[in-house]
């Protein structure tokens, strides 16, 4: 089975290499060269274009930054639904507004293609593990067409419903993981300036009611954990302004379905302020920086 991957960002990158890992031919393509060639170096075949990467592909995956590249690269002129193969399969793993993947899955099903959004969970640690979550949308067929790729780079697959239903799951979650992050640094900070040791209160919390993922996996604090961007400057994992993108499509999912979000509405104010005071390329656990007076 050949399989094209487009997009080889932080997250895309490991994906991809661990799909190599498991032995399946591999072309790829992304704008950034140093993003082909640590591919090619690994064995995947450098392709010149996303066109040319897909032609012969039996799968497609893309993981991209926004709606509007994911539309691009399946819509646009020469895109993939132009390009592909007859009868591949289309794997989305980007995560994008619920309408747009919708759009693009309607498109595809139209030109014969079967088609899923299969946005992930888990983060760089996740991805470069094989550990993340699949969380899809789409027809039940088609993932069960996907299951053996996104078993080689994920633990748990979810199917969530219909085409789009994927998009929607994923931003709940990221919604409540960038409110717990939040409220993770807002506490962290709160201890310190009152004179407890972060990573004592951090393993106080772990153990008690506010235990969450933020506190306990991604901790924000430097120096509290290793392997995570508080211990390496901020630098690398899940993007500010990617978070800040989620919070915002959370708002526009939370209008159209006339559903209350008032901190989902906040913590996307706080991201917004955070990415306007120069963050925005930091790790979204930056926050801390911000609530603790440091950025």
């Not at 960002?9 to 032995?23: D, F, Q, Y």
């Not at 595809?108 to 991805?127: E, H, Q, R, W, Y």
């Not at 593990?129 to 633990?155: C, H, K, S, W, Y």
């Not at 993007?239 to 999912?253: I, N, R, V, Y």
Request: charged residues 15%; proline residues 4%.
């Amino acid at each position: 089975m050949k399989i094209a991957f487009i997009g080889l960002g932080n997250m895309g990158a490991p994906m991809a290499l661990n799909l190599l890992k498991a032995g399946y031919p591999l072309s790829v393509f992304d704008l950034v060269p140093s993003a082909l060639k640590t591919l090619a170096d690994a064995g995947a075949v450098a392709a010149v274009s996303a066109a040319a990467a897909v032609r012969d592909a039996d799968v497609v995956v893309s993981m991209l930054p926004a709606s509007a590249h994911v539309r691009k690269l399946y819509l646009g002129d020469g895109g993939v639904l132009d390009a592909a193969k007859p009868g591949a399969l289309l794997i989305d793993s980007s995560t994008i507004a619920p309408q747009a993947a919708r759009e693009v899955a309607e498109e595809a099903l139209a030109k014969g293609f079967a088609m899923i959004d299969a946005p992930v969970s888990g983060g760089t640690a996740g991805a470069a593990a094989g550990t993340l979550t699949f969380i899809v949308g789409g027809p039940a067929a088609a993932l069960e067409r996907a299951r053996p790729l996104l078993e080689r780079m994920g633990r748990n697959i979810f199917h969530a419903g219909a085409s789009g239903a994927g998009q929607i799951a994923k931003i709940c979650n990221n919604m409540l993981l960038g409110i717990q992050m939040i409220g993770t640094a807002e506490a962290i900070s709160l201890g310190v300036a009152s004179g407890v040791d972060a990573k004592v209160l951090s393993d106080i919390m772990a153990k008690s009611s506010g235990r969450n993922w933020a506190l306990e996996v991604y901790n924000p604090w430097p120096g509290v954990m290793d392997n995570v961007p508080a211990s390496r400057g901020y630098s690398g994992g899940f993007g500010t302004d990617l978070m800040l993108k989620d919070l915002g499509l959370a708002q526009e999912a939370a209008t159209a379905a006339d559903a209350a979000t008032p901190l989902g509405a906040l913590a996307r104010e706080l991201y917004q302020r955070h990415s306007q005071s120069g963050s925005g390329a930091l790790d979204f656990s930056s926050i801390v920086q911000a609530l603790a007076g440091k950025g």
